[in-house]
């Protein structure tokens, strides 16, 4: 069984920048394609950028596009989500999972890691 664990999340002024990071335990970890999601207070939670299991294939929502990079080192068993350009609407609980694109399932949820964008 999976497990997995945010970090990085904080309170930023807008335009800041920001490192999440998601530690996953398991040795399956490597072998799927991830992504990460947002879900701010009274919305539904958001897809916002994946990529294949090598690192090769990204991919954005277009919120997030340009400002946003995901990556990840399967030796440690982590993926990344680096955010620049952060706005007030970045507000949210961040978590991560596997790609929704290729998964019916998801791995249990972890806690998440929050991001507060002031203006």
């Known amino acids: 069984q999976v497990q997995l664990v945010e970090s990085g999340g904080g309170l930023v002024q807008a335009g800041g920048s920001l490192r999440l990071s998601c530690a996953a335990s398991?040795?399956?970890?490597?072998?799927?394609?991830m992504g990460w999601f947002r879900q701010a207070p009274g919305k539904e939670r958001e897809f916002v950028a994946a990529l294949s299991w090598k690192g090769g294939n990204k991919y954005y929502a277009d919120s997030v596009k340009g400002r946003f990079t995901i990556s990840r080192d399967n030796a440690k068993n982590t993926v990344y989500l680096q955010m620049n350009s952060l706005n007030p609407e970045d507000t949210a609980n961040y978590y991560c999972n596997k790609d929704p694109r290729l998964y019916s399932d998801y791995l249990t949820w972890g806690q998440g890691t929050q991001v507060t964008v002031s203006s």
């Open positions: 398991g040795r399956t970890f490597s072998l799927y394609n």
